[in-house]
C-alpha cells in the first residue's frame, strides 16, 4: 500500500465517523494539481544529470498551499501526495489560514557538493516558479533541505518574478527574514502537546522514561526540550544505530558527540566515561531495539513506516508522539490501540513547524520581527488549543487522537469548502 493510500484510509475513518459529505471525501481525496519536473543539474566534474522533482498542491480551501520540500533518494510522487494531504490536514488542526502542499527531489543531498546542491535547487526553483508565490503556494525546508536552501529558492524566485520576493518560503535564515524558534518549533509543538497529555494522565514527567527514534532536527530539538522540561530521555537512534543509557542520555553531550562521531551510535562508549562515576552504562542498539526498547514514551522523529503490522505488537511505550509524518502505517494504528498505547499523531504533534512558519509569513508581511519568547508562547497557546479541541472532538466520538484530529480538521475545511461554493 502506499503512503497516499495510507493516508485515506486514515481520513476515510474520520469521514465515515462523522458521516462526510461524499462530494467533500472525493475533494479531499486527491489533490487539485500535481507537477513532476526533470531537473538537469550540472556537476562539478563538468557532466550533468537530470533528478526527478515533484510539487503537489493538495487543498487550498483555508489558504495558500503551504509544506516543505524533501530531498532525499527515496522519495516519490506517493510520498509527497501523502505528506500535502497529511499539510492540508495539519494546517486546519492547528487552525491557521493555510492550505496543504509539498515537494520533494529524488536526490541524496549528501552526495552533492554545495555548488551542485545550489545549482540543483535553482533548477527546481525555475521549473516549479510558475505554481509557487507568496500568495499561491509557500515552499519550506523538510527532510534533505535546510534554511540555505531556502534563500536560493528565495533568491532565484525574485529573480524570476523581478522583484524581491523572500515570502515564497518560510524556514528563511534569521537574516534573511526568517523567524526567530522556527528550528526548534516542531519538537517544542510536540512536547507541548506531549505535556498537555502527561498533565491530563496525572503522569510525573521527572518518571516519565523516553526513547527518541530519529536524532536530527526534530528528535534531536525534542530531546533537549524533554530533559530541560524535567523527563528523562533514556536514548536515540539515527539512520546507522542508536544508544540507550540506564540513567538517561544528556542530549547536548551527544549532539556533540554526534558531529564528531556521525553517528549516535559511535556515542556510547564517549556517554559512558562522562557519567561512569554515576554507575550509568549505555548500550548500542539496533533500529528495532530502540523501538521496542521499554520506555513510556516512544518520539518517533525519523521517516514514515516505522511501526507496521511487522513490530507494532512488540511496541511498550506505553505513549507514542509522531514528530515524523506518517510513522505508524494504519495496521500498526490498530494493533497500538488494542494494546491501549496511545499516540498523539503527527496532523497535530508535529504542527508546531508549519504554525510557525505561518508566523514568519505574518512578520515578513509586517516587516515586524518578534523575539523568540513570543514566538513560544503565540506558539503554546495554538497547540494547548489544538490539543483541547482534539481531546474533546476524541471524547466526543470515542475514537483514537489520529481520528479525533482528522475530524476536527475535516470540519474546518468543509465548511470553508462549503462557504465557496
Ligand atoms: P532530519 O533529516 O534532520 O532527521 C531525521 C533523522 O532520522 C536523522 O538523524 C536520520 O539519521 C534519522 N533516521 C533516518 N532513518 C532512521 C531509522 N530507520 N532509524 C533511526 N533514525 C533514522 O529530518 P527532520 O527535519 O528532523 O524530520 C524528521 C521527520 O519529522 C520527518 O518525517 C519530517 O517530515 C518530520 N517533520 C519535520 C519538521 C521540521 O520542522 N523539521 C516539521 C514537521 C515534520
Not at 486527491?30 to 515533484?54: H, L, N, T, Y
Not at 514528530?323 to 505508524?328: S, V
Request: one cysteine or more.
Amino acid at each position: 500500500m502506499s503512503l497516499f493510500e495510507n493516508t485515506l484510509k486514515q481520513m476515510k475513518k474520520a469521514s465515515r465517523l462523522m458521516n462526510l459529505d461524499k462530494d467533500i471525501e472525493d475533494i479531499l481525496s486527491r489533490p487539485q494539481k500535481i507537477i513532476e519536473v526533470d531537473v538537469p543539474v550540472q556537476m562539478d566534474d563538468g557532466s550533468s544529470k537530470v533528478f526527478k522533482g515533484f510539487r503537489v498542491q493538495h487543498n487550498n480551501a483555508l489558504g495558500p498551499y503551504k509544506g516543505g520540500i524533501r530531498f532525499h533518494p527515496q522519495v516519490d510522487m506517493a510520498e509527497v501526495q501523502a505528506l500535502a494531504a497529511w499539510m492540508t490536514i495539519k494546517t486546519a488542526v492547528v487552525g491557521i489560514p493555510l492550505g496543504g502542499g509539498k515537494g520533494g527531489v529524488v536526490v541524496n543531498p549528501k552526495e552533492l557538493s554545495e555548488a551542485e546542491l545550489e545549482r540543483l535547487t535553482r533548477k527546481y526553483t525555475q521549473l516549479i516558479a510558475p505554481v509557487i508565490g507568496p500568495k499561491t503556494d509557500i515552499p519550506a525546508p523538510d527532510v534533505g533541505t535546510n534554511p540555505q536552501i531556502m534563500e536560493w529558492i528565495a533568491d532565484e524566485y525574485s529573480k524570476i518574478v523581478g522583484k524581491n520576493s523572500p515570502g515564497v518560503v518560510t524556514g528563511k535564515p534569521l537574516d534573511k527574514g526568517g523567524s526567530r524558534g522556527r528550528g526548534s518549533a516542531t519538537a517544542q509543538g510536540g512536547v507541548f502537546v506531549l505535556n498537555e497529555y502527561v498533565k491530563e494522565n496525572g503522569m510525573d514527567v521527572r518518571e516519565t522514561k523516553v526513547v527518541i527514534q530519529g536524532f536530527g532536527n526534530a528528535g534531536g530539538v525534542a530531546a533537549k526540550l524533554l530533559v530541560e522540561n524535567g523527563y528523562v530521555v533514556l536514548g536515540a537512534s539515527d539512520s546507522q544505530g542508536g544508544i540507550i543509557c540506564t540513567h538517561g542520555i544528556d542530549p547536548n553531550e551527544l549532539l556533540t558527540c554526534k558531529i564528531e562521531k556521525k553517528s549516535v551510535k559511535n556515542c556510547g562508549r564517549h556517554v559512558e566515561e562522562i557519567h561512569d562515576k554515576d554507575g550509568m552504562t549505555c548500550r548500542m542498539v539496533n533500529n528495532e531495539e530502540l523501538l521496542e526498547a521499554e520506555c513510556d514514551v516512544l518520539v518517533l522523529a525519523a521517516l514514515e513506516n516505522q511501526i507496521t503490522a511487522e513490530n507494532a505488537d512488540k511496541i511498550k511505550a506505553k505513549v507514542v508522539l509522531e514528530l515524523a509524518n506518517g510513522p505508524i502505517s494504519p495496521e500498526a494504528d490498530e494493533i497500538l490501540h488494542k494494546k491501549g498505547i496511545v499516540v498523539l499523531p503527527d496532523i497535530l504533534a508535529n504542527a508546531g513547524g508549519v504554525t510557525v512558519s505561518y508566523f514568519e509569513m505574518l512578520q515578513n508581511a509586517d516587516d515586524k520581527y518578534w523575539s523568540k519568547e513570543e514566538v513560544i508562547s503565540k506558539l503554546k497557546d495554538i497547540m494547548v488549543h489544538a490539543w483541547k479541541e482534539v481531546n474533546s472532538t476524541a471524547k466526543k466520538y470515542t475514537c483514537p487522537l489520529r481520528v479525533a484530529a482528522y475530524i476536527t480538521a475535516i470540519k474546518l475545511i468543509e465548511s470553508k469548502i462549503h462557504n465557496n461554493l
